[in-house]
């Protein structure tokens, strides 16, 4: 089975501000006195290979580097250090609606945020059928997006993330999006799209659902790698070391 995503000794360091310490007259005096900001690393020499097909959970606390790794996956943010290798078309439903616009209508942030996955319009215009009805929106896909319940903007946003046939798709706890009949939704189209063999990775407090659907199960703590392992075993140990200790 051939790499769909090799990561190797990835660095991410953010500056460490604090309250008051990005004014202007604190830039000058660091400027005049070449003191440099406090970093902290996000992710601290993380190595990873992940096959095609293969469906993987990452657990952590709040902090952990959780969403920091998919956004170094989705090429959204470049590493400090080390390097990164896709091969495969990657689809990040990092941020719901992000590319959205308020002012647009549904329908218009459709081939908006389409054309930024990558799509041509012919390609969405093909696919919008299904996405409405999917969203189950109905006629307020003509509506400003600015009008729209968290709900209904959650629904369409998963409903055209996941119908653009991603070959890596990123998932970052949007397990509860919607109301419960459409997170029951939003769990069969990921097991199908499992089951299709797209490569998955899923962040997500859930461990039940990742026992369940995943493969293997990735454990980070302070911007490293913990334990990787069959989920049975990931979480059970997790599980003792949060709890337990």
């Avoid at 400027?31 to 952590?60: C, Q, W, Y």
């Avoid at 389409?114 to 509506?143: E, Y």
């Avoid at 996941?162 to 890596?168: D, F, L």
Wanted: with cysteine.
């Amino acid at each position: 089975m051939s790499d769909a995503i090799v990561l190797k000794d990835i660095v991410v360091k953010f500056n460490k501000y604090s309250v008051g310490s990005i004014t202007l007259k604190n830039k000058i005096y660091r400027m005049i006195t070449r003191k440099k900001i406090p970093t902290f690393k996000a992710l601290d020499h993380v190595s990873l290979s992940v096959e095609a097909n293969e469906s993987i959970g990452i657990i952590g606390r709040n902090g952990a580097g959780k969403t920091t790794l998919l956004r170094v996956i989705a090429q959204i943010i470049i590493p400090t250090n080390g390097s990164v290798a896709i091969y495969k078309r990657v689809i990040p439903l990092l941020e719901l609606g992000l590319g959205f616009h308020p002012e647009l209508s549904g329908l218009e942030n459709c081939y908006l945020a389409g054309a930024l996955l990558g799509f041509t319009p012919k390609q969405i215009k093909a696919r919008i059928g299904k996405i409405i009805d999917f969203s189950g929106i109905g006629a307020f896909i003509d509506s400003p997006v600015k009008t729209y319940s968290s709900g209904m903007f959650a629904r369409l946003a998963f409903a055209l993330a996941t119908e653009v046939e991603p070959e890596i798709l990123l998932l970052d706890e949007i397990i509860g999006v919607g109301d419960e009949f459409f997170q029951r939704k939003c769990v069969v189209r990921i097991q199908n799209m499992m089951k299709k063999g797209v490569t998955t990775i899923i962040v997500s407090h859930n461990l039940d659902f990742l026992i369940t659907q995943c493969n293997r199960l990735i454990w980070l703590d302070q911007g490293k790698i913990m334990m990787d392992d069959i989920p049975e075993k990931v979480a059970d140990r997790y599980l003792y070391e949060q709890f337990i200790i």
